[in-house]
């Protein structure tokens, strides 16, 4: 009899130690729509490989790396995360635009994240004049946003994590309401939103991390928005408890997300980039400019080439 209660217990002890093993470096709660992939993956992957196996799907990249980056040994890669609208506001077409765009630099000891503004003037490769950085995504799918951001700051991106923006929305029906601090009242798509706390859910999350138009800061309010609710939302899927939210929640990321990080993968960045929840947060400013009747962003030479200089410094490249 006794035993039979000590298996039982642990039995019990080990999966309670299981459950609470939280995956807390994943690229930081800053990750805007991204990060909340990945979190969710890494928290609940031991019962959920066959949703993380769902999500992966590898795209014909050259990083220009002389060698693959090994994750065994720990050494620093880089993430492009894209958010794209793609299924939202009733769109059907197979490539939107993406959205949200960052690039995630992750070492055994910090994560640095850069966001770049959706309407960063550059130029293409295949498409001549200027183009806004977001219509990568458009024209070329994942590959043309790989080449597109790595040409454009000059570093190799190893991997990407891409997320439907209809997916943040499945996620909060998934996991409830959270309250979020908010510093311009607005209204957006007929919700409107005090300045101070207000009330996030399935009904207006997407209107809240849309706008942009009745901002000051444009694009920059925006990305700031997102991640109030992205870490919002994190420190909610932290506190579920119950099962059957798992299963809703992993539904909604396995139906909106797509990687090519595998989950072999996920548990060797597990084991050896614990030290990446120090996150550095940083945005690639530009100046609103109109060229030829289009609005860009542009940003300055010196700018880009401090940021550039910064993200090689993290990944160890020349």
Partial sequence: MVKKDENYQHRQHHSNHRKNRVWKWVLGIVLALLLINGAVLAKFYFDAKHSVESTYTPVKHKTGRNNEVSLKKGQPFSVLLLGTDTGDLGR??????????????????????????????????????????????????????????????????????????????????????????????????????????????QNNILAFSRMRHEDPRGDYGRQLRQRKVVTALV???????????????????????????????????????????????????????????????????STLNSAQKELKTELEVK
Wanted: net charge positive; no cysteine.
């Fill in 92 to 201: 059907t077409e197979k490539n939107g635009r993406s959205d949200t765009i960052m690039v995630a630099t992750v070492t055994s000891k910090k994560t640095t994240l850069l966001s770049i503004p959706r309407d960063t003037l550059v130029n293409i490769p295949g498409h001549s004049g200027n183009s806004k950085i977001n219509a990568a995504y458009s024209y070329g799918g994942l590959t043309g946003s790989l080449n597109t951001l790595q040409s454009y700051l000059g570093i190799p991106l190893d991997h990407y994590i891409e997320v439907n923006m209809k997916g943040l929305q499945q996620l909060s029906a998934a996991i409830g309401s959270v309250e979020v601090e908010n510093d311009l009242e607005f209204t957006q798509s007929g919700n409107h939103f005090a300045k101070g706390k207000v009330t996030i859910d």
């Fill in 235 to 301: 420190k909610k899927i932290a506190s579920v408890r119950s099962i059957t939210k798992y299963k809703s929640i992993l539904s909604a990321i396995s139906s909106n997300m797509k990687t090519d990080i595998s989950f072999n993968q996920m548990k060797e960045i597990y084991f050896k980039y614990k030290g990446a929840t120090n996150i550095s947060q940083k945005q690639l400013q530009g100046q609103g400019q109109m060229i030829d009747g289009v609005s860009y962003e542009v940003v300055s030479d």
